[in-house]
DNA sequence: CTACTATACCTAAGATAATTATGTATATTT
DNA sequence: AAATATACATAATTATCTTAGGTATAGTAG
């Protein structure tokens, strides 16, 4: 019983932000199974959506990048700028702002407006 | 302090289809001003966005349509369908899903995951 | 009586952002 | 030896929305 894909795509770059910003740094690889990971397997965020998400959060300086040596592959850990926390805390009002209002509509709806 | 347009892209046909399934039919227009009605202002659906929304749910048999002539001018009221309804409490139960999955997602985040 | 606003439909060009399908390469497990 | 997991990445396509425009009638404001 996966949730609508579609649902998630406007909070994509709000769940990443969010994640950096509680978990310090991250690699594009370990964002993508600890997403699936909190959602129960209910979100999967493909690697074509995460990557070219994430070099664009970088452009726009909210993310900065450090690259690692791990096991002779290099690792790309993403942490989150000042800049970026303060995109995070506004995204995440955004994302409250909506779902009280998607919960008011619903509640519209069944007392039947 | 408008929320996030982007986050209600996901959300559009749901609006419609809930709306449609609670008022019985209602015409484009009239759609634009009621979720601009109910949504506080913050959520202006535009045309551009709407028509050719209810042009794929007729397509996909989800709506049906019945011209009336009102002050000369042609009016397309929109009804739901049998399939449109299974449709509607479908993306209902998604929403409200997508909704609980956000919500546990920043509990976990509060909690310091 | 003229201009603006509201009503009511519509589409096309462009932007944005995701999916799908690949591609490269190493390490580990079967 | 083959398959899977790790780890990065991009390109083509598709979906969806914004922006901007178009047509037409009716009512209101100056």
Do not use: C, W
Not at 63 to 87: H, Q
């Amino acid at each position: 019983m996966a949730v609508n894909p579609q649902l998630f795509k406007g909070s994509l770059n709000t769940i990443i932000l969010n994640l950096l910003h509680e978990k310090g740094k991250m690699y594009g690889y370990e964002i993508t199974k600890k997403v699936l990971e909190i959602s129960n397997s209910q979100f999967q965020l493909t690697e074509g959506a995460l990557y070219p998400a994430l070099h664009k959060m970088e452009t726009d300086g909210l993310l900065e990048v450090s690259v690692k040596l791990v096991d002779n592959r290099p690792r790309k850990y993403y942490s989150i700028t000042k800049k970026g926390k303060k995109e995070s805390v506004l995204k995440l009002k955004e994302l409250l702002q909506f779902i009280s209002q998607m919960q008011s509509f619903l509640q519209l709806k069944q007392a039947g407006l």
